[in-house]
């Protein structure tokens, strides 16, 4: 009896460990790039633990929701202030936008 659980907990531990962990975290700053032929973007921000200025490249996918002054990729420029609710995959290392809030900067100094 015991000899069957710890096959079956072994099997479910190899079966978990190739799918990897999918954490869920908030990405904002100001749009570096966009990629609409890869849907994709690119948002400048500050590493929290750092300080120091990083870029952080997202996909868009169908469920992606838009809102603010954006309701497409198509509509996000260069220089733009987004907020993103992102879903990083820790064993592919991808990152996917599960929401896009966009504001379009009033002013040149407007930028974060």
Excluded: H, R, W, Y
Excluded at 41 to 55: I, R, S
Excluded at 57 to 84: Q, R
Excluded at 88 to 102: C, F, L, Y
């Amino acid at each position: 009896m015991k000899v069957n659980k710890l096959i079956a907990l072994a099997v479910l531990a190899l079966m978990v460990l190739p799918c990897g962990i999918v954490l869920a975290e908030t990405v904002e700053g100001n749009v570096a790039s966009v990629d609409l032929d890869g849907n994709k973007l690119e948002v400048t921000t500050k590493n929290a633990q750092t300080g120091a200025e990083e870029k952080v490249a997202v996909s868009v996918s169908d469920t992606t929701v838009f809102s603010g002054d954006a309701a497409s990729l198509a509509e996000v420029v260069e220089g733009d202030i987004a907020k993103l609710e992102v879903e990083k995959d820790t064993a592919s290392g991808s990152s996917v936008a599960k929401s896009v809030e966009i504001t379009i900067p009033e002013e040149e100094g407007a930028a974060i």
